[in-house]
């Protein structure tokens, strides 16, 4: 196994909350009919697949891989953006049907997303919270946009400049300081949180109060200083 070199007990609190929405997950089963491809199934499997894509991302910052976590955050965003659209839309049973087919949704079919004032609901707090909190995403996001196309810091990511040579085969972990693995693990769970929330208020309605309860939980410890009076 590869050695850890970004150990940090925030990880420890963002795995804990995966661990909780794994549960949930488990229990979304028992409301699908896996033999029907409807809006259920879709978002089942979506939600699922955010699950473990959070947990590659999580094991990604622990390496010190930027280039991967740039990857998985882009393709959580995306799917973040369809679960949205799929919640808040009574017209996509197509757009589902599509999906299932292998079809990708097009961007201006997904841009709905949970607005500001659901959010702050969702976690019992104030909308300005939810602006200081996107805030910081959005840096977040921006900071590893570069890592999605052949920028410089991408192109050298495997480049050892004291040596002068690539590691062809291989990856070059980054020692990330403790405040960038702070916002690279919220920027991960931000995205799979929301997604949750959303598909229990709209769709699943599976003893929601507790499960959103506890989603709140978790992320209240991550962004204690946003969610201070």
């Known amino acids: 196994m590869k050695k850890i070199i970004n150990p940090s007990v925030k990880l420890d609190e963002a795995n804990n909350m995966l661990d909780e929405l794994i549960k949930i997950h488990k229990l979304l089963a028992d409301k699908v009919d896996f033999e029907v491809k409807d809006k259920k199934l879709a978002l089942f499997i979506l939600l699922g697949s955010q699950i473990s894509l959070a947990a590659r991302a999580l094991r990604s910052i622990e390496q010190g891989w930027v280039e991967d976590i740039a990857k998985y955050q882009r393709i959580l965003t995306e799917a ?4 949205h659209y799929l919640c808040e839309t009574d017209h996509s049973e197509k757009h589902v049907q599509a999906w299932f087919s292998g079809n990708k949704i097009k961007s201006d079919r ?4 949970m607005s500001i004032k659901n959010r702050a609901a969702f976690l019992d707090t104030e909308t300005k919270t939810i602006e200081n909190m996107n805030s910081s995403v959005n840096t977040a996001i921006k900071a590893l946009s570069k890592y999605l196309h052949p ?8 480049f050892d400049f004291k040596k002068r040579r690539f590691k062809y085969f291989g990856k070059k972990g980054e020692v990330f300081s403790k405040q960038r693995i702070k916002s690279l693990t919220r920027l991960i769970i931000y995205e799979v949180v929301f997604s949750f929330g959303i598909c229990l208020i709209k769709v699943f309605l599976l003893n929601t109060a507790e499960h959103l309860k506890k989603m709140a939980t978790f992320t209240r410890k991550l962004w204690p200083e946003s969610f201070e009076k």
């Open 80 to 83: 973040r953006d369809l679960v």
């Open 110 to 113: 997904n841009g709905r997303k």
């Open 151 to 158: 920028s410089y810091e991408l192109s050298t990511a495997t």
